[in-house]
């Protein structure tokens, strides 16, 4: 079992930044899961955002490549989102998500956990 409880959201400018986190907190300490960040507008199905495996390698969905950064702190058992240069089009409900399988990208993944989600508003 993982539990997720997602932090940080808020309101910004065009153009501002966010950094959103994630606390983890896994029945089995040691057990891997590929980590990821999922995003829903409003009337808009959700999508992935960004993953990143227990072993640090990353992957983006093509509209946030080079403005968002995942990353994650083993020791603290927490992933981040770092959001830059943020856009209208950015917001929405972001979530934190872990999967237990063999998924290995965002594009692949399909998680067995959610969090509660965290509100983004970008405004021009």
């Known amino acids: 079992q993982v539990q997720l409880m997602e932090s940080g959201g808020g309101s910004v400018q065009v153009g501002g930044s966010l950094t959103l986190s994630c606390a983890v907190s896994?029945?089995?300490?040691?057990?891997?899961?590929?980590m990821g960040w999922y995003r829903q507008a409003p009337g808009k199905e959700r999508e992935g955002v960004a993953a990143?495996?227990?072993?640090?390698?990353?992957s983006y969905e093509d509209s946030v490549k080079g403005r968002f950064t995942i990353s994650q702190d083993n020791a603290k058992n927490s992933v981040s989102l770092q959001m830059n240069s943020l856009k209208p089009e950015d917001t929405g409900m972001y979530y934190c998500?872990?999967?237990?399988?063999?998924?290995?990208?965002?594009?692949?993944?399909?998680?067995?956990?959610w969090g509660q989600g965290t509100q983004v508003t970008v405004s021009s």
């Open positions: 896994k029945s089995k300490p040691y057990s891997n899961y590929l």
């Open positions: 990143i495996n227990f072993d640090g390698r990353v």
């Open positions: 998500a872990a999967d237990s399988g063999w998924a290995s990208t965002i594009a692949t993944m399909d998680p067995d956990y």
